[in-house]
Structure formats: structure tokens, C-alpha cells
């Protein structure tokens, strides 16, 4: 990411991709190589029903936040950006 985004935005990237790449077993070059529109549940055979556990786990544990089953939808896992989005929005309290 380049200097232009928002600290907030950056941290919340990298911890997001660190959780990725941690809990699915990804390389940090391909987790490197996600963007907006990545998909990722149902694109990546690592991300199966258990690994949803793990991450969401390890991104409450990462970013402080709790996330409520009924906030947990296929929209927010469809792609590296509607994750993110659904995180900075846990982190601002939405």
C-alpha cells in the first residue's frame, strides 16, 4: 500500500492479511497479492468452514473487536475488500 491511505487503513491492511496468512497457511507473497476484489470465500479452497472459525477468531483477537454470528454473511467473505471494509467498520464501532 502506498503512503496516500490512512494509517488506520494500512494497520487494519496488514493485520488483516497477517490473519490471512496465518490461519489459511497462504504465503505472505500471495496474501501480498490480494486486492479489493480478491475473492476469497468459495475462491480459495483454505478458506473452508473451519478456517472461517479460525480467522474470525484471530481477527476479533487481532483488532479487539467482536463479531456476533448474524454479522457473518457470505457478502463480508466474498472478497479481501469486503472483509476489510467489514472490519474498519467493527474497529469505527458500526
Known amino acids: 500500500m502506498n503512503e496516500a491511505i490512512p ?3 494500512q494497520s487494519s491492511d496488514t493485520k488483516l492479511r497477517a490473519a ?9 507473497q500471495r496474501v501480498a497479492g490480494f486486492d479489493e476484489d480478491t475473492e476469497l470465500f468459495g475462491a480459495l479452497p483454505e478458506l473452508d468452514s473451519q478456517a472461517v472459525a479460525g480467522l474470525l477468531t484471530e481477527i ?3 483488532f479487539d473487536i467482536v463479531i456476533e454470528d448474524d454479522e457473518v454473511d457470505g457478502d463480508m467473505l466474498e472478497t479481501y475488500g469486503a472483509l476489510l471494509r467489514f ?3 467493527k474497529r469505527a464501532g458500526r
Open 87 to 89: 472490519v474498519m467498520d
Open 60 to 62: 476479533e483477537d487481532s
Open 7 to 9: 494509517p488506520v487503513i
Open 20 to 28: 490471512l496468512a496465518d490461519i489459511l497457511a497462504l504465503s505472505e
